[in-house]
């Protein structure tokens, strides 16, 4: 793959740097943010916060006497401590510092106390997490929570219909199983191949009745990967896939066995898509899986060919509000997932157990970012999140340059007594440096020829 055929996978362009630029603007600001406020409350002073690089746009100073500007290109942001030689904080103003008394010495980012500048440099990628944690949290809190026992909030559009399912039926039976749980019904999520209806018993105005209806999870798209096969078939959320390869689908679980039988080649599907008066229309689209190396919650990778959706059930699940202490343990332990598998993925591209494709550059991150912008305004923020995190945990890698480079140094400043040499300093910040181009160079070269 070459950049020109990379272009229109980006679909509309405008949006795709549009969502880069807010996501990357949002994920620095609050992370440089972090290195700011804890600098502040520990006594150094800060002289300039800029979000984004080069000529100055417009600015401000504060009572504290720092200028707040925004610079010409958004492509990040920075904090420059007074006795800064340069924007990355990584060495002193030696002309700088050495004219300053004592008292303005220790407002300074070099000059301050060992636990001042290790606080300072670790409150960046803490912020990132915090912001990982809040917009995860605020995602729960506006979707809500599932009620324990299975009941119908609303459904979908299916070209069959609901059949005798009513939006309030509690489920409490399907195909003959009693049913109490969301975990009961999940147990039928792959029935025999061509199932096209199933009998539930639902509680309904305080009476029992056995209806028919869908499958509990038909071949109808829940949601939709941003910059996988899907959106670039130009799918989305409701579609029902009618036929693939011309097999016709009943449940999302025929879509999975057809897409792993093609192994990477080409599926034709026919595709039922609802509209706004209540009928629908069909068209064709054709598309191909990619083999894709899934995360688990379990830890390591499952590689499947997928295209990129989710299915779900029928119905969108009755839903209770999500408490604030509730959605904070959700959303944390989404964060320990998404650092756990990162580092997990690391590792296996390391030891060469998953492809070292899933190690993505600029260019991908921009498309993912435009991507998930297109398919909604929530799966936007939930990648901010997702993004912010991956951000937070870079910054703190042992490697000079980043937050966790810093933090090494400053633990050997505390175990010896004496901080690194100017020599050794700037020896490892250029080796740091150049590690990070590297990676950065092959993760563009992976944008641009990995399928």
């Known amino acids: 793959m070459d950049l020109a055929s990379l272009l229109p996978d980006f679909g509309d362009l405008g949006l795709t740097i549009a969502a880069f630029v807010v996501a990357l603007s949002i994920i620095v600001t609050v992370h440089e943010f972090g290195h700011y406020i804890?600098?502040?409350?520990?006594?150094?002073?800060?002289?300039?916060?800029?979000?984004?690089?080069?000529?100055?746009?417009?600015?401000?100073?504060?009572?504290?006497?720092?200028?707040?500007?925004?610079?010409?290109?958004?492509?990040?942001?920075?904090?420059?401590?007074?006795?800064?030689?340069?924007?990355?904080?990584?060495?002193?103003?030696?002309?700088?510092?050495?004219?300053?008394?004592?008292?303005?010495?220790?407002?300074?980012l070099h000059g301050a106390p060992l636990w001042a500048r290790a606080a300072t440099v670790a409150a960046g990628p803490v912020a990132n997490f915090i912001l990982a944690i809040v917009v995860f949290a605020g995602v729960y809190i506006a979707s809500g929570t599932a009620v324990t026992q299975p009941t119908v909030g609303g459904l979908h559009a299916l070209p069959q219909g609901a059949g005798g399912v009513q939006a309030g039926d509690v489920i409490v039976g399907a195909e003959g199983r009693a049913v109490a749980s969301y975990a009961d019904l999940d147990a039928l999520l792959s029935p025999p191949a061509g199932t096209r209806t199933m009998t539930y018993e639902v509680e309904r105005d305080g009476a029992r009745l056995v209806v028919t209806g869908p499958p509990v999870s038909p071949p109808r798209l829940g949601g939709v990967a941003p910059g996988s096969a899907a959106v670039e078939a130009e799918l989305a959320k409701g579609d029902v896939l009618l036929a693939a390869n011309g097999i016709e689908l009943s449940t999302f679980s025929d879509l999975q066995r057809v897409v792993n039988a093609a192994a990477g080649t080409p599926v034709a599907l026919e595709v039922w898509r609802p509209g706004e008066d209540g009928t629908g229309t069909v068209f064709e689209r054709t598309l191909t899986p990619r083999s894709t190396d899934l995360p688990l919650r379990s830890g390591g990778f499952e590689t499947r060919w997928i295209i990129g959706a989710t299915g779900g059930y029928f119905f969108d699940p009755a839903t209770r509000p999500t408490g604030v202490i509730e959605a904070l343990g959700k959303a944390t332990g989404e964060l320990s997932f998404v650092i756990t598998s990162s580092l997990s993925g690391l590792w296996h591209m390391i030891t060469g157990a998953i492809s070292t494709c899933n190690l993505r550059?600029?260019?991908?991150?921009?498309?993912?970012?435009?991507?998930?912008?297109?398919?909604?305004?929530?799966?936007?923020?939930?990648?901010?999140?997702?993004?912010?995190?991956?951000?937070g945990l870079l910054n703190l890698f042992p490697i000079p340059v980043l937050d966790g480079g810093h933090l090494i140094f400053h633990a050997w400043e505390a175990i010896t007594g004496r901080a690194p040499s100017n020599r050794v300093l700037g020896f490892l910040t250029t080796a740091g440096l150049a590690l990070i181009l590297t990676m950065t160079a092959f993760g563009l070269t992976n944008d641009l020829f990995c399928p």
């Open 38 to 108: 804890v600098g502040r409350w520990s006594g150094i002073r800060a002289e300039v916060f800029s979000i984004g690089f080069g000529p100055r746009l417009f600015s401000r100073v504060d009572r504290h006497g720092t200028r707040w500007q925004v610079a010409a290109f958004p492509f990040g942001g920075y904090v420059k401590f007074l006795g800064d030689a340069n924007a990355a904080s990584a060495s002193a103003d030696a002309a700088s510092m050495d004219g300053m008394d004592a008292q303005t010495r220790r407002q300074s």
């Open 361 to 391: 550059g600029p260019l991908g991150i921009a498309e993912t970012s435009g991507s998930a912008a297109a398919t909604g305004a929530q799966n936007f923020v939930w990648f901010i999140g997702v993004l912010s995190a991956a951000v």
